[in-house]
């Protein structure tokens, strides 16, 4: 009897959780389920179009700011808290990712005052081809404006290929601030700042992570990645993650299929095979031990059945 694909993709869905429930994986699942690839679902959940901050551009936008340069828009020797902002750039309907979109962000260092006179926390990154971007830098410190003081905020400028661009500004939730400031306290209308307030949470490391995803008018390319996990693979666990010397990742295959693990930098290249050969309906598991030359940062595990990839997921690395 021919077994149906249906049954066998629930079968092994059904393993998998109660696998992942029985080494008690499941805060870890969730954490590379929200890290990247998955939607911000406070962002995302109506897909709602990202809007413009009420200050616009404000007095203190630089042109011709650089390219950032590794991700890190803060030195390393700069004052601060560590924060590592990054997300995905969608067209409206959130169907389609927009590569090549332009982010052009800039803020205040930790005592609240803008550099003026050269571009220090100013610089411009590309979303890579499959809409993500990701920056380092520190956690803006408060200024005052009139009786009271800004929120901590980063200014973004974010121009898709070929389309008009949006200003606007991303605030952090906790913010004492945030409700008494003019920008960050709308709720409605067009410059409505709700899902422009996102949280920050320590990634380990002592870095503060967080996650905005944008919605703007553009030309997307359709991944289809939700469509493809269906009846062809998915990575269902990756621990540790963030990771120093080691990490695990677990994966599925349903239905036999020439099937290939890597791991690539930000740019797109491919650091490291960790699988590539045909492969039966199962659950499989990969350790990946990084070349101690490797620097720390953000990687991407790609899974790709018959060529094809279906899946994929960050990965963080601190020695």
């Keep these: 009897m021919k077994e149906n694909k249906k049954d066998t993709r629930r079968q092994f869905l059904r393993n998998a959780s109660l696998a992942i429930l029985s080494v008690g994986a499941l805060p870890q699942l969730l954490k590379a389920n929200e890290s990247k690839g998955t939607p ?59 590569p090549n979109t332009i982010i052009d962000v800039w803020h205040a260092d930790h005592t609240g005052a803008y550099d003026n006179n050269t571009y220090n926390l100013r610089g411009v990154t590309t979303t890579n081809d499959q809409g993500f ?7 803006p410190g408060w200024y005052q404006n009139g009786a009271t003081y800004r929120p ?13 661009p949006l200003i606007t500004q991303l605030y952090f939730e906790g913010d004492p601030y945030i409700e008494g400031d ?4 709308k709720t409605t209308g067009d410059f409505n700042a ?20 944008i919605v703007i008018d553009g030309d997307g390319i359709e991944l ?21 010397n080691q990490i695990e990742i677990n994966y599925g295959v349903f239905q036999r299929s020439k099937v290939s ?10 650091v490291a095979d960790l699988e ?12 990946w031990t990084p070349d101690s030359s490797l620097s720390n940062g953000h990687y991407f595990v790609a899974l790709k059945i018959n060529d094809l990839q279906v899946h994929y997921q960050k990965i963080v690395r601190h020695k």
């Design 224 to 244: 289809g990645m939700e469509d493809l996990r269906q009846d062809k693979g998915i990575i269902y666990g990756i621990s540790p993650n963030p990771f120093a």
């Design 194 to 213: 709700l899902n422009r307030i996102i949280p920050l949470t320590d990634n380990g490391a002592g870095v503060l992570e967080g996650t905005w995803d």
């Design 182 to 185: 003019f920008a960050a306290s």
């Design 261 to 270: 693990l890597s791991v690539f930098d930000l740019r797109g290249n491919k």
């Design 276 to 287: 590539e050969q045909i492969l039966s309906p199962q659950k499989y598991s990969a350790r």
């Design 40 to 98: 911000n679902k406070k962002s995302l959940a109506n897909c709602e179009l990202s809007t413009q901050d009420a200050y616009g551009q404000g007095p203190f936008y630089t042109e011709n700011a650089p390219t950032i340069s590794d991700n890190m828009l803060a030195d390393e020797s700069e004052a601060g808290q560590r924060i590592i902002i990054s997300g995905r750039v969608y067209d409206v309907g959130c169907e389609e990712v927009i």
């Design 133 to 139: 971007y990701i920056f380092e830098t520190i956690r």
């Design 152 to 164: 901590s905020h980063i200014h973004f400028k974010i121009t898709p290929p070929g389309f008009d």
